[in-house]
């Protein structure tokens, strides 16, 4: 805990001290950080958009097998046994 306490105390020293210079420091850097993350939102796009596709081809490929399944007059493989006695 006691560690702890220092390293909040020293943090807030430190920041304290060199605001002015971590200010500049981000104003500077943050065209090009925000450059930097719009283009990983870009490439999350893609990867997402990818992923809702391959997902929207599963339900309908199972959807459509499930369809074939229950239509009528349609012979089934691995159906419910005959009835033995008739």
Sequence with gaps: MLGFLVGLVTGGAA?????????????????ELRTKVADQLGRLEQKAEGAIDTAKDRITSGLRAGQEYLRPGRPRAGGPPSDPMP
């Design 15 to 31: 920041i304290w001290i060199w605001r002015d210079r971590l200010e500049r420091m981000v104003h500077d850097r943050s065209p």
